[in-house]
T-cell receptor, first 115, second 111 residues
Framework: GAVVSQHPSRVICKSGTSVKIECRSL??????MFWYRQFPKKSLMLMAT?????????EQGVEKDKFLINHASLTLSTLTVTSAHPEDSSFYIC???????????FGPGTRLTVL | QKEVEQDPGPLSVPEGAIVSLNCTYS??????FMWYRQYSRKGPELLMY????GNKEDGRFTAQVDKSSKYISLFIRDSQPSDSATYLC???????????FGAGTTVTVRA
């Protein structure tokens, strides 16, 4: 099946710094990718839809200036958490639409810890 | 009202038991229904996918959809310790592939 990768898998940073997370579709092109956030023992919360060649669309309540999304090519989307704070610590997962109607292929996730 | 409701469990069963998981949803217009499996600290992976009502079987896994009751189920037969994971139901709610997820049920199969 299609593979979506994320890098890094784990990152620890100091409060106030910015962190960039990469999401790549390895063997297919994705004009759309999704970014989710997941808290421990909780479900996935959609943060934004990343669109190649245009601005990302954010879900209600998600700060656009806090979570910068760039879809630079058909295989790469990046999420930058700016001026990270401890409350931004979470598991961030990206996905891309699958070949079967409405399914998604998910990346392995990135665990962000802000000290 | 959340669009997809799922009992978060946790659920613990002995090896070989049948695991029964379910979700309810609110929008009768939903047509596609999915189950994802998520191992600890990993991304979800698609397990089962069904369209409209009925049953679908894949090995030890069976997905059921009852649209009249707005109820979807996943059954795991002859459960194995390797089935220990969180199972999330998911339903697309828009034409642009956005998914509404249930809370996820954490299952532990004891050897």
């Amino acid at each position: 099946g299609a593979v979506v990768s994320q890098h890094p898998s784990r990152v620890i940073c100091k409060s106030g710094t910015s962190v960039k997370i990469e999401c790549r579709s390895l063997d297919f092109q994705a004009t759309t990718m999704f970014w989710y956030r997941q808290f421990p023992k909780k479900s996935l919360m959609l943060m934004a839809t990343s669109n190649e060649g245009s601005k990302a669309t954010y879900e209600q309540g998600v700060e656009k200036d806090k979570f910068l999304i760039n879809h630079a090519s058909l295989t790469l989307s990046t999420l930058t958490v700016t001026s990270a704070h401890p409350e931004d610590s979470s598991f961030y997962i990206c996905s891309a639409p699958g070949t079967v109607s409405f399914t998604q292929y998910f990346g392995p996730g990135t665990r962000l810890t802000v000290l | 009202q959340k669009e997809v409701e799922q009992d978060p469990g946790p659920l613990s069963v002995p090896e070989g038991a049948i695991v029964s998981l379910n979700c309810t949803y609110s929008n009768s217009a939903f047509q596609y229904f999915m189950w994802y499996r998520q191992y600890s600290r990993k991304g979800p992976e698609l397990l089962m996918y069904t369209y409209s009502s009925g049953n679908k079987e894949d090995g030890r896994f069976t997905a059921q959809v009852d649209k009249s009751s707005k109820y979807i189920s996943l059954f795991i037969r002859d459960s194995q310790p390797s089935d220990s994971a969180t199972y999330l139901c998911a339903i697309p709610y828009s034409n642009d592939y956005k998914l509404s997820f249930g809370a996820g049920t954490t299952v532990t199969v004891r050897a």
